[in-house]
């Protein structure tokens, strides 16, 4: 266990900002150091030499780099794109925690897709005008700091996963409040409503298992909006069932099942749910 010590390590003269451009495109696994009134957003045109969304087993192997950004708004790691592609799943959600701890940053942002956010020097504030929630991780007094000490086979360092202590998770996707960087809250909390038990679930669903890539288990969630007969087994790349994980009635909800692989080799298997008419696959990748 780590000392983690996030005092900022530089601060932003006010001349800066004319040397800007009006917007600025995120890039995976950058810190984008921004100034008064920037929008940050993913960008596929601009694409770099670091590998989040390039190499699968990035996070995994050791492979993750830390691109500088342009270092005006030196406490922020920024990771976009988050709910993208669920190959790179690990990579993206390991990305901001280790690079927060890699470079002792106070705040890091997940974004989803192309959504933007608008980050204001002059007041300090934060701004989304996003579909999907953006999650602010705020690490102002986080003391301590785990890192992963795995290393798999064929790897250049160790598996890129880091759990922190005392951290502030906020997310929004209100585009009429903002977050307040020195208080670490937003100006105006919304008020929430009981649902009155009404059904919460209203559709089915089935999630990415994590960990993924994994060694040797691994949780897959799901939920259903009604009683349902519900199927849940795991295939090899051959269509080979290797799995029965769930085959019984369950009522409206949200499940968890974990999956024990230790008597399969590595590689790419697949897990379907079955649940009346509803059925759904998702790729996941075992490696020993």
């Not at 087993?57 to 669920?86: E, K, V």
């Not at 080979?240 to 298997?269: C, H, T």
Request: proline residues 3%; charged residues 25%; aromatic residues 12%.
């Amino acid at each position: 266990m780590k000392k983690y010590d996030n005092r900022q390590q530089g601060k932003v003269t006010h001349n800066l900002k004319s040397m800007l451009v009006q917007r600025i495109y995120g890039i995976a696994l950058g810190y984008e150091d921004l100034n008064d009134h920037i929008t940050i957003r993913k960008d596929p045109g601009f694409q770099t030499a670091i590998n989040t969304d390039s190499d699968l087993y990035s996070a995994y192997r050791g492979r993750m780099t830390i691109n500088s950004g342009l270092n005006i708004f030196g406490d922020l790691i920024f990771q976009p794109n988050i709910y993208g592609d669920s190959d790179y799943f690990e990579n993206r959600t390991s990305s901001v925690l280790w690079g927060m701890m890699r470079n002792r940053k106070r705040f890091g942002i997940y974004l989803s897709g192309d959504d933007r956010l608008k980050i204001s020097y002059l007041q300090k504030s934060i701004n989304g005008s996003v579909e999907i929630p953006y999650i602010i991780v705020d690490a102002s007094e986080t003391t301590k700091v785990d890192s992963s000490t795995y290393r798999a086979s064929k790897s250049i360092g160790s598996r890129q996963i880091v759990a922190m202590n005392n951290l502030r998770i906020s997310l929004s996707n209100y585009s009429e409040i903002n977050y307040l960087i020195e208080l670490r809250k937003f100006d105006n909390l919304t008020e929430v409503k009981s649902l009155d038990n009404k059904n919460i679930y209203s559709d089915f669903i089935l999630c990415q298992n994590y960990p993924n890539p994994f060694n040797p288990t691994t949780t897959i969630s799901y939920s259903i909006p009604e009683q349902s007969q519900v199927e849940l087994k795991v295939f090899d790349v051959l269509g080979r069932e290797v799995a029965e994980l769930v085959n019984k009635e369950q009522p409206s909800g949200s499940y968890q099942v974990n999956f024990d692989a230790s008597n399969l080799g590595s590689g790419v298997y697949f897990y379907q749910i079955r649940a009346g008419s509803f059925m759904e696959s998702k790729k996941m990748i075992l490696l020993k």
